[in-house]
């Protein structure tokens, strides 16, 4: 069988959420399954180590899809003519866009549908676009894979999607993401935290991940209590990322926040790991990575009460209101001060993370791709 994958997101040193779920089940899926030939579809010049393994074409699609306009462009002119001239049987899009104009079986995969709760986060062209063509995407799929029940729940209610239709293909954790030994935390802290313990925050710095708030928190917890305790902010600035940068210049304690950038796998598992606990208030989210990447470095949480995240967390977190900074400010206080509350968390985490691995994602995914072309198995 001849399947075609939309890997615009495999992108060399820029991986985030979707990127990941990407990478972890495609390299997994076409080295257990060398009997299909795997067409990859970039559409910008690829990097050799997304080229999984021998049955893997990668092909460049133009034009590069950033904008509204491109997308359409390459997913309804330039991509179907990819899909004929190569003889696609079946078509994987983890990305949330499809072709609407071909009649190739399509397994698409939605994340989350963050732009119906809060439009005012994203750009309004993309805005326009996602609320005219999401709807018609989840109708057009043969089959959708989602990564929370959450999701699956929230896809239904927005579209309409018959439940049997929906298959739940949860992310995983990198398995870089582990326990540090003591001299390894106490090496991280040196490096990133002047020696002190820190909370940790790593994902984008996008107004749906709640920066602003999280920064009022750590105020507020300084204020309450007299600590050398940091903040460890990983990520990337991103849209409307001004309200943070105004915040972060003119906030107290602006010394005790540590702004580290983007970081590659290696080093973030080892700022994660290192940390006291991670404080998750995103408003937010279809799963929420690095909640379980912290679990699985044995770091407990503290998280939104919101969307899919207590589903993520289960037993080995404290859930917050993500709108209001005293209790945010409040669990971390807590946190603090119940050296038991922290152990007990901790010890959750290891039960926690047994339900999210990315081989149980690549093979569930592979059932739902497998479940759009019965008759090819």
Not at 11 to 29: A, M, P, S, V
Request: glycine content about 4%.
């Amino acid at each position: 069988m001849r399947i075609a994958v939309n890997t615009r997101l495999l992108l060399k040193g820029k991986l985030e959420g979707i990127g990941w779920f990407t990478y972890q089940t495609l390299e997994r899926i076409v080295r257990a399954h060398p009997e299909h030939e795997f067409y990859f579809f970039f559409d910008r010049p690829y990097d050799e180590a997304f080229v999984f393994a021998p049955n893997v074409t990668p092909v460049v699609v133009h034009p590069q899809a950033r904008h509204p306009i491109l997308f359409y462009i390459w997913f309804e002119w330039s991509l179907p003519m990819m899909l004929r001239k190569y003889k696609i049987d079946l078509f994987l899009s983890p990305d949330s866009y499809l072709s609407l104009s071909t009649k190739v079986p399509t397994c698409l995969v939605i994340h989350d549908l963050a732009f119906e709760h809060y439009p005012e986060h994203f750009v309004l062209s993309h805005r326009l676009y996602w609320r005219h063509y999401s709807p018609l995407f989840a109708r057009k799929a043969k089959r959708i894979a989602t990564v929370s029940t959450f999701s699956k729940e929230d896809i239904i209610k927005h579209y309409g999607i018959d439940p049997k239709n929906i298959d739940v293909v949860c992310n995983g954790a990198h398995d870089e993401y582990r326990p540090l030994d003591h001299n390894e935390r106490e090496a991280v802290k040196q490096k990133y935290a002047e020696g002190c313990e820190y909370f940790v925050f790593a994902g984008a710095l996008h107004p749906r991940k709640n920066i602003v708030n999280l920064l009022k928190a750590f105020v507020i917890f300084k204020k309450r209590q007299k600590t050398n305790m940091k903040l460890v902010i990983a990520g990337r600035p991103a849209w409307k990322y001004e309200e943070v940068e105004q915040m972060r210049q003119s906030m107290d304690f602006k010394d005790d926040v540590k702004w580290v950038g983007y970081m590659n796998v290696d080093e973030l598992s080892q700022v994660i790991g290192g940390a006291y606990a991670l404080v998750y208030a995103s408003l937010f989210e279809g799963f929420g990575i690095p909640i379980l990447e912290a679990l699985q470095c044995n770091v407990p949480g503290i998280v939104s009460n919101t969307s899919s995240m207590p589903e993520v967390a289960g037993d080995a977190a404290l859930l917050v209101d993500p709108t209001s900074p005293e209790d945010i400010a409040a669990k971390m206080h807590l946190l603090y001060k119940d050296e038991n509350l922290r152990k007990k968390l901790i010890s959750n985490s290891a039960q926690q993370t047994k339900k999210f691995n990315w081989d149980i994602s690549a093979s569930r995914l592979w059932d739902s791709m497998m479940k759009c072309v019965p008759d090819k198995k």
